[in-house]
C-alpha cells in the first residue's frame, strides 16, 4: 500500500469531501495561498478557489461563530483554527453556541461543523502554543472530540467528522504531521467512537491517543523484550469513548495504564479510570489502575525542560513495571 | 410629545393596524410572563422589553419572511416581530412540550426557524459572528433577496465579537443588517459611562460601512428605517448599521431594584412608550378612533389569554430522551454502549 504523510491524509479528506458535497469549504486564517499554518491546505486553492478556500482576517471569535452561523443555514464548513490554543479565543462559540443549538432547540436544527486545530508540544512552540485541551471539550454535551494518531485514522475520521452532523473538534498532533503511514487509494470512512487496537498484548493494558500512541508502542516493544505483553489501545475519539473496547482489554489484561500527553491532574485520563473502576472491570483488576500524563505545569521553551515535561517511553515502561 | 413619521403610510390602514396589535401584543406578552413569574406558574429569569416594543416590532416588519433573524436575551419582542408564533413562545416559558424548544431552552432561547429566526441568545453580542455565518450562506449559495439580521444592543456594542464581525461583514460583503437597539443602559451601567464617544453609527464609519438612526420608540421611523437600510443591503451587497434609540421601562430581569435611575425618569419615559405615542399618532391623524384602538388592545390582551391557556394544557417534556437529544443522527451514547444513566456498570 502507498505511504503518504499525516498532514497529506488530512488534505485528501477535506479535498475529497468538498469534491463530494459542494456545501464543504474550508476557512481559517492563511489557508490559501501559504497553505495554512502547517502547510495543511497547501494547492487547495488552485483547485477550489478564493471561495470555498477561504482566508480570514485574525478574527477567530468571528470566523469560528461564522463557521456556527454557515453551519445551520445548510452548509458544512471546515475550520482552520491553525493552534488548537487558539481556541481560547473564541471559547464562546465553541462552548455556548455550536455545542448547544442542536439540544437548546429542541432538535430543529444542527451544526455539521468540524474545528481542526493542531496540538501538542514537542516543537519548541512553548507555553500558549503547545496544549493538549481536549478534556475540556469532552466535557461539553454536544461537542465531539477526535485525536487521530495516523495517517489512516486521520483521514478516515476526518472524512466521517466532516460528514456528521455535529459540533467536531478534530485535534491534529502537530509533531506528527510529517509521519508517515500506509493510507490506500480507495475511499473509506472510520466510525467516530470506535477504538482501535493499535498492538496485541495479554500482560497490560496501554489506554492512550494521539502522539502518544507512539510513545506506547515504543514502550511496548522495549517491554516485548523484558518478556512483558502490552496491549496497546488507541482510543482515536474522546467523545463518543468506545468503553466496550476499553472493558474488553482490561479484563483480558487486568493491569491497565492510562497515557496522555496532556497535563495529567483533571485530565481525560481520570474519565478512562473512572469508567474501568466504576464497572465490573474492577473486580478483574489486579493491580492499581496508573495514570502517565504532563506535568501540571505550562509547557516550557527550553528543549530538556519540555522533554521533561511530556510522558516518555520511560516513563511508561516504568508504571508498566510497578504493577507488573 | 414627540412626533412620528411616516407619512407615506398614512393609507395602509391594514398594516398601521398590525403594527399596533404586534406591539400591544408584545407588551401583553411582557405583562403576562411577569405576572406568571409572580404566581409562581414560570420559574428561571426573563428580561422583558417594555418600553421597547417598537424596535422589534418595526424592525420585523421591514424585515422579509425569508430574512435570517437573531435575537437577543431580551428578546420576545425581535421574536413576536419576526412573527413567531405566540402560543408556542408562552409553552416555552412555561417550559412545556410544544414550546418552541419543547421547554429546553427557555426565555433566551427562543426559536421559529420556519420564520426565519435562528435563535434568540443568552451570551451577549455572540450573535454578530453568528449573522455572518448566515449571510455567508446567503452569499455563497446565492440567494436572491435575503439578508440576515442580528440584533445586539448598547451593552454588545463593546464586545469583542460584535467588532470583529463588523469588520469580516464588511471585509466579505456580506449581507448582514447590525440592528443596535439603543435601550441607554447596559443592565445598570448608561451608554455615557460604558464608551467616551456615544454616537454608535461612527462604528460603522470605523469599518467602512454605512449606519442609519431612528427613534427607537416611533415604530413608523423603525420601520422606514430599516426598510432603507434592508434595500441598501440587497443593492450594495454589504452590511448596514441601524441604531435604534429607545428605553427599557421594564428592569434588566427579574433581580433589578432599579438602584441606578430615579422613577422619575421612568415615569418619564413611559409616558412616551411606543404604544402611547403610535395611539396618539393614529387618532390625531384620524386613522383609528379610540375605540378602534381599545378593539385592538383586547384582541392583544385575547392572544395572549389564549396562549397561555393553551401553554397550560401542554405537558412536561419527558426527562428521558435528555441524553439522546444533544446530538443529531444516529447516535449510541457517550461511552458507546448506550446511554449513560442506565448503561453503567454493565458488562463489556
Redesign the interface.
Known sequence: MREITYREAVREAMCEEMRRDENV?LMGEDVGVYGGGFGVSAGMLEEFGP?RVRE??I?E???????????????R?IIDLMFSDFMAVCY??II??AAK????????????LVIRGAAGGGTGAAAQHSQSLEQMYCHV??L?VVVPSTPYDAKGLLKTAIR???PVIFLEQKKLYNQKGPVPEEEYLLPL??ADKKREGRDVTLITYGRMVPACLAAADKLAGEGIEAEVLDLRSL??????A???SV?KTHRAVVVHEAVEFAGFGGEIVS?IM????FYQLKAPVKRVGGLYCPVPFNANLERETFPTPERIEAAVREIL | MARISGRSLLSDRGFLRELMVRMMTVNQFEEKVLELFGEGRIHGTMHLCIGEEATGVGTGAALKKDD?MLATHRGHGHALGKGADVRAMMAEMLGRME????G??GSM?I?D?DKGL??A???VG?N???????????K??KIPDRV?AAYLGDGASNE??VL??M??AA?WDLPVLFILTNNTYGLSTPLERAVRNTDLTQRAAAFGFPAWECDGNDVLAVYETVKKARDYVIREKGPVLVVEHTYRTSGHSKSDKNLYRSKEEIQYWQERNPIARFRCFLTENHIFSEEEIDKMHEEAVQAVADAVDYASACPEPSADSLEK?????E???????GFAAGA?????
Request: aromatic share 8%.
Open positions: 469549504f471561495e480570514t482576517p478574527s471569535a468571528a470566523f469560528v461563530g461564522a463557521g456556527v452561523g454557515a453551519a445551520i443555514t445548510g452548509m464548513p464562546d462559540q455556548n453556541q443549538m442542536h439540544f437548546m432547540f429542541a432538535g430543529k436544527v444542527s451544526v455539521p454535551p454536544g465531539k456528521d452532523d455535529n467512537g470506535k467523545s463518543p469513548l468506545d468503553r466496550p476499553i472493558m474488553a479484563q469508567v466504576d464497572s465490573e472491570a | 435570517y414550546g418552541s424548544s419543547h429546553k431552552g432561547h426559536c426557524f435562528l435563535g441568545n443568552g451570551i455572540a454578530g459572528p453568528i449573522a455572518c455565518g448566515a449571510a455567508l450562506t446567503i455563497m449559495k440576515c469583542g465579537a470583529e464581525s469588520n469580516l471585509a437529544d444533544v446530538y443529531a443522527g447516535y449510541a451514547g457517550v461511552y458507546g454502549d453503567k456498570g454493565g458488562q463489556a
